[in-house]
């Protein structure tokens, strides 16, 4: 399925992302992270994981380098990063290392978010958040995004 916006007015892009996905999965859901998940669930995971990572001090103006495989966990950091208003640099996992660092250095990423299993040595360059783990994060009571 395609979905294609035209954008007649300035507002927040998640404005139009939430409202043309509502429009087109109103009845639908995800086969996410081993289950189904509505629209609405994963909107509030990708609010609670933007709190996770406003706890990491990603915020407005930041660049997050993701080294991710694609994945139903993909999809809602991207949401999440955007709800932070960060944006994100996609790196690709069949790069070779050098190639990764290169354009984590052009970029001036602070933090890169990955799986567990990734290898990559970010060590110097970058903060590496591992993905896996800020999922765990998400019952936390407590964790709530600001706004900024």
Not at 32 to 42: A, C, D, K, S
Not at 44 to 55: D, E, H, I, P, S
Not at 116 to 130: A, F, H, M, V, Y
């Amino acid at each position: 399925m395609i979905l294609l916006l035209t954008i007649p007015e300035k507002r927040p892009f998640l404005s139009y992302l939430k409202k043309g996905q509502l429009l087109i999965l109103k009845k639908r859901h995800w086969h996410l992270m081993g289950g189904i998940l509505t629209y609405n669930e994963v909107d509030t995971k990708a609010t609670r994981l933007a709190g996770v990572l406003q706890t990491c001090n990603i915020g407005p103006g930041d660049f997050v380098g993701l080294l991710l495989r694609r994945s139903p966990e993909m999809i809602i950091c991207l949401l999440a990063i955007f709800k932070t208003g960060a944006a994100y640099v996609p790196l690709n996992l069949t790069d070779p290392e050098n190639r990764t660092m290169s354009i984590i250095e052009a970029a001036g990423l602070k933090f890169v978010i990955a799986n567990n299993d990734n290898g990559t040595d970010l060590t110097g360059k970058c903060i590496k958040l591992i993905i896996e783990d800020l999922f765990k994060q998400l019952d936390d009571p407590g964790l709530f995004l600001t706004n900024h």
